[in-house]
């Protein structure tokens, strides 16, 4: 059964709120905490016998499910997703900023554009994807003292680029649902 999806799941109004797995989507069918379902793709978990009747139980779970409860705040949407190399490389397409190389994740690294030995900090603002090479070549400058230009600024993804952006096996209704959260601006959409 660990061959099923992630869950998305959403706060009763229908705004995106994280990943769940289908033991914790579950949870909240047989809890009675699934205020909606949406999505193409449903799924059947069967579970143990009844000893009184007999029958075998089921949960029929959709891909895309709101959770009965407050709704998200206005803040939780717009907070700041929490930084990763995995999502950060996604963010930029596993392009290198520097010489625009496409790569595999194990020959890229986090580049700080104001490197954190003169005050840069480690945040979405601040980072971008950098192959080995051009990471060692700037070293701990500042991509003007080492004479290297950036091919494209950095932003803070939104909450449903970050759950784009996290999962690696998104089924095509979640995506559409997601996709429709995002700004246009966004390199996800390119």
Known sequence: MSSYPLILT?????????WVTWQHACFYYAKDQVAWAIGEHSF???????RITGLRSEIHANSIIAIKGKALAGNQYHRIPPLDNRELFHRD????????????????T?????????????VWMNVVTACRPCNQRKSGRTPEQAHMQLLYAPYVPNKAEYLILSNRQILADQMDF?????????????
């Open 10 to 18: 959403l706060d009763p109004h229908g705004v995106p709120h994280r």
């Open 44 to 50: 059947t978990i069967h579970g143990g016998l009844n």
């Open 93 to 108: 397409r596993h392009i290198c900023g520097y010489c625009g190389d496409n790569l595999p994740g194990a020959r890229l």
């Open 110 to 122: 986090r580049d700080h554009i104001l490197p954190v030995s003169q005050g840069g900090k480690d």
């Open 178 to 190: 997601l996709a429709r959260h995002v700004p246009s601006q966004s390199r996800i959409r390119l």
